[in-house]
């Protein structure tokens, strides 16, 4: 008897393509014709026909940080959600969310929670049609649930990896670490102000605001879509610009050019990781869209999302697979290659153990 290959499973957070390749994706359940986008490792969404509808499906975790402050946090765990969904063109539609509360979160706490939640699902044009909502003994934050949003819409409106060209452009909005800077200036403000200022750090703050990517990609895909402009989404979230670019890249059986100096920075990420001596283009970045668009569409879609207030730049182009990934910076180039690890995560926590040790 064969014995099964051996799997490595990260020490934390997602697992890697390889593992997706050998455990996750040969074992997908039952086959159906109807599925228009099934599962792949960096795609954010799977897709499905229903009579004449394409139907768009994700799952992720209820992500509450009570350190946020519990308005703050409802607000991200929702857009963590839709975000994803967002990324297949269709507007979100239907939310189920079982909520595994812990112990200790009181009726007050979770008054905030679901009232920011049902808020924003307003704004969004949302709709909540099932869950489960229950308080246990060895749940705890901030994993507590997980949700699905599905979104609904024509079929010949959504986009997906699948349509990408060689040719598209490859345009980002708001630059890099956006997430990374936004929860570092959430959770550190005094950190901040010892090192950066008082001003710079409650500046700093509306980062976190921008952690989400509903309104840079149901902007983005009104100019057009496949043929007629976007013909893919992307948001970075672990590992950054660079894994986000990687992951799509994968998906869609292409190779890329990418011009880093064409990234747009803003000031007050590039001094947050300079401060906590993280790469931004590596590190965690929700918030960040990663568009392909075709380049008759690139430059109208720059325009109209700086009309809309999200900044946003043309940094590449999609190219023939054998070329591979590259990124050109100060006019040299390299190999892209996905960095597998985030370093957001090890600055976090060398900071939470630097404050405990200075306050102490």
Same mark, same amino acid.
């Given at each position: 008897?064969?014995?099964?290959?051996?799997?490595?499973?990260?020490? /934390?957070? &997602? /697992?890697?393509?390889?593992?997706?390749?050998?455990?996750?994706?040969?074992?997908?359940?039952?086959?159906?014709?109807?599925?228009?986008?099934?599962?792949?490792?960096?795609?954010?969404?799977?897709?499905?026909?229903?009579?004449?509808?394409?139907?768009?499906?994700?799952?992720?975790? !209820?992500?509450?940080?009570?350190?946020?402050?519990?308005?703050?946090?409802?607000?991200?765990?929702?857009?963590?959600?839709?975000?994803?969904?967002?990324?297949?063109?269709?507007?979100?539609?239907?939310?189920?969310? %079982?909520?595994?509360?812990?112990?200790?979160?009181?009726?007050?706490?979770?008054?905030?929670?679901?009232?920011?939640?049902?808020?924003?699902?307003?704004?969004?044009?949302?709709?909540?049609?099932?869950?489960?909502?229950?308080?246990?003994?060895?749940?705890?934050?901030?994993?507590?649930?997980?949700?699905?949003? /599905?979104?609904?819409?024509?079929? %010949?409106?959504? !986009?997906?990896?699948?349509?990408?060209?060689?040719?598209?452009?490859?345009?980002?909005?708001?630059?890099?670490?956006?997430?990374?800077?936004?929860? *570092?200036?959430?959770?550190?403000?005094?950190?901040?102000?010892?090192?950066?200022?008082?001003?710079?750090?409650?500046?700093?703050?509306?980062?976190?605001?921008?952690?989400?990517?509903?309104?840079?990609?149901?902007?983005?895909?009104?100019?057009?879509?496949?043929?007629?402009?976007?013909?893919?989404?992307?948001?970075?979230?672990?590992?950054?610009?660079?894994?986000?670019?990687?992951?799509?890249?994968?998906?869609?059986?292409?190779?890329?050019?990418?011009?880093?100096?064409?990234?747009?920075? %803003?000031?007050?990420?590039?001094?947050?990781?300079?401060?906590?001596?993280?790469?931004?283009? &590596?590190?965690?970045?929700?918030?960040?869209?990663?568009?392909?668009?075709?380049?008759? &569409?690139?430059?109208?879609?720059?325009?109209?999302?700086?009309?809309?207030?999200?900044?946003?730049?043309?940094?590449?182009?999609?190219?023939?697979?054998?070329?591979?990934?590259?990124?050109?910076?100060?006019?040299?180039?390299?190999?892209?290659?996905?960095?597998? !690890? %985030?370093? *957001?995560? &090890?600055?976090?926590?060398?900071?939470?153990?630097?404050?405990?040790?200075?306050?102490?």
């Amino acid at each position: 008897m064969k014995k099964d290959k051996i799997i490595k499973l990260p020490e /934390i957070g &997602k /697992i890697s393509a390889e593992v997706f390749k050998q455990l996750i994706f040969p074992h997908l359940g039952a086959h159906r014709s109807e599925i228009l986008v099934g599962p792949q490792h960096g795609v954010d969404v799977g897709i499905v026909q229903i009579a004449n509808k394409a139907v768009a499906m994700t799952s992720d975790p !209820v992500f509450i940080v009570p350190e946020y402050g519990f308005e703050r946090a409802a607000w991200f765990a929702i857009h963590i959600l839709a975000s994803d969904i967002v990324t297949s063109g269709l507007p979100p539609t239907y939310l189920a969310i %079982d909520l595994n509360l812990p112990l200790s979160m009181t009726e007050e706490e979770l008054t905030i929670v679901w009232r920011t939640i049902d808020t924003e699902c307003k704004k969004m044009g949302m709709a909540i049609v099932t869950g489960h909502t229950a308080r246990y003994d060895n749940c705890q934050y901030p994993m507590v649930g997980g949700a699905t949003v /599905i979104a609904v819409g024509n079929t %010949d409106d959504y !986009v997906s990896p699948k349509f990408i060209s060689v040719g598209d452009k490859i345009v980002i909005t708001k630059g890099p670490a956006i997430e990374a800077s936004g929860i *570092f200036a959430t959770m550190f403000p005094k950190y901040l102000a010892r090192h950066c200022g008082e001003e710079f750090s409650r500046q700093a703050q509306s980062l976190f605001y921008q952690m989400s990517v509903v309104h840079d990609a149901l902007t983005a895909v009104k100019i057009g879509v496949r043929d007629q402009g976007v013909s893919s989404m992307h948001d970075a979230t672990e590992c950054g610009i660079w894994g986000g670019l990687h992951e799509l890249a994968e998906a869609a059986s292409v190779g890329m050019s990418v011009v880093q100096d064409s990234i747009m920075m %803003d000031p007050y990420v590039e001094k947050i990781c300079d401060l906590f001596k993280i790469d931004p283009y &590596k590190s965690i970045s929700e918030g960040t869209l990663i568009i392909t668009c075709r380049p008759h &569409k690139a430059e109208y879609l720059v325009r109209y999302l700086h009309e809309n207030g999200i900044n946003a730049s043309i940094v590449g182009e999609i190219t023939e697979r054998k070329y591979g990934l590259k990124i050109i910076e100060c006019g040299k180039e390299r190999k892209l290659i996905h960095p597998e !690890v %985030d370093p *957001f995560w &090890k600055a976090f926590y060398n900071t939470l153990r630097e404050i405990k040790k200075f306050e102490e």
